[in-house]
């Protein structure tokens, strides 16, 4: 049995004391079983049992950014016609944020280790229940004392999750060893306290577009979501088309500030974080005194339960510097072409004139983010593939006067053994936040290593 405590203290939050200080606190234990006497008959298949389990409060002050115990003041010259003229002034850069507290959670873990034959097959599992609250996040004010947007202690949130691990020893002699490894996780969270509301915009790129330490999400759901508006196909046309906040059918006549009943008029498409994931690893190992050892590493990756966001590539008007997307080639380009594509066509100068430049904009806009453009987020992913050659030390040590030596060549991020085709080449891993920013890369890497 094991249990700790801690007084936490910190005076960022403000001047309310009582949010000040709060204790933390940790128990937990552990029961090794096989080595209970009743246990002894079942030595010869089951090498070990242990239980473990843990309950904890535990807490964090928030964000580094969220750290203005008092007003904040700040000194700026003032602005004059003439430089001459300029002098210095102090101006509020931040109000007093009197009622923060910590961000808590409680915390349940329970878990249980098996190994069996001789320690040659390990099982473990893990299971966890949290319960966050008093999270800490931008919620919008009534703008008294200038400013309209404040970090508060708005949301709570609960997440639930399981991991399994596996390991054994597949073949085993003198010479050969074959070893595997397999890891299940999965991880599900829902946001059950909300004190704060976004746009419809926001809440389908799934940022906010000035703050991008703002999440948008609703409450009921997870706390990172894909939300979409309802494609309605393309009109003779080629263009796009989609259901508003009114349920109608339309190009382009879309309130993207709209703030109320956004679960009626959006789709919840999925969370984006995925809710499963794991790897499978085998381990190839030959070994001769003479020769020395030769071992193979193949890694594979995996992840599902959520969705992706296609890259929003489609606009109402393109130039010569434009990166065109592939989906283009399927595009509408003639009459009845609706019935069999749903990438919409090049729009032309005509029906810029007709509905208007914004209009158009906000509808092939409005269609990046439609649920058109929506992919299965599930892959399998050839991780790692190493071939690593240990000289044998004999040889070494007569040869080159050194302790040992050996040579790996590995292959990262090989390719996708599996993924939706939706995605068309896009990566299901990346996520493109905004400034400079690539996919994951492919790398090739050879190591030498030599021990004196």
Known sequence: MNGTFRYEGTNRFGEVQSSRWLPTWNVSGAWDVSNEKFMEGSKSWLSQMKLRGSYSLTADVGPHWVNNADVIYKPRNSWRPFTSAAESEIYIDYLANTELTFEKKHE???????????????????????????????VYTQGAGGQTEKYANLADMKSHGVEVGLSTINIQTPKFRWTTDFIFSSAKNKVTSLENSCNAYYLVVGQHSTNPY????????????????????????????VYNE????????????????????????????????????????????????????????YSGGNVVRLDPVFSS???????LPRELKNRWMMAGDEASTNIPTIASRNQVDRYGAYTLST??????????????????????????????????????LINSASIKLAAT??????????????????????GVSTPIAKQFTATVRLGF
């Open 108 to 138: 349940w873990n329970v878990g249980v280790d098996f190994t069996f034959l001789k320690d040659r097959i390990a099982l473990t599992f893990d299971a966890y229940w949290r319960n966050n609250y008093d999270l800490i996040g931008m």
């Open 214 to 241: 703002m999440i948008p999400t609703l409450k009921g759901y997870p706390v990172r979501t894909i939300w979409s508006y309802q494609f309605a196909g393309l009109n003779e046309e080629g263009l796009p088309q």
């Open 246 to 301: 009114s349920g109608e059918k339309t190009i382009g006549d879309v309130n993207i500030q709209e703030t109320k009943d956004l679960e009626k008029f959006l789709v919840y498409e999925g969370p984006q974080d995925p809710t499963w994931y794991g790897s499978l690893s085998n381990t190839f190992t030959y070994t001769h005194p003479k020769l020395g050892k030769l071992s193979l590493d193949v890694f594979i990756t």
């Open 317 to 323: 008007s393109y130039s010569d510097l434009s990166t």
């Open 363 to 400: 509808a092939y806009n409005v269609y990046n983010y439609s649920t058109e453009r929506i992919a299965i987020g599930d892959f399998i992913r050839l991780k790692e593939l190493a071939l690593t050659y240990t000289f044998p030390e004999n040889l070494i040590k007569k040869t080159f």
């Open 413 to 434: 991020n090989l390719c996708l053994l599996y993924a939706d085709k939706k995605l068309n080449g896009q990566d299901p891993e990346f996520i493109n936040s905004g």
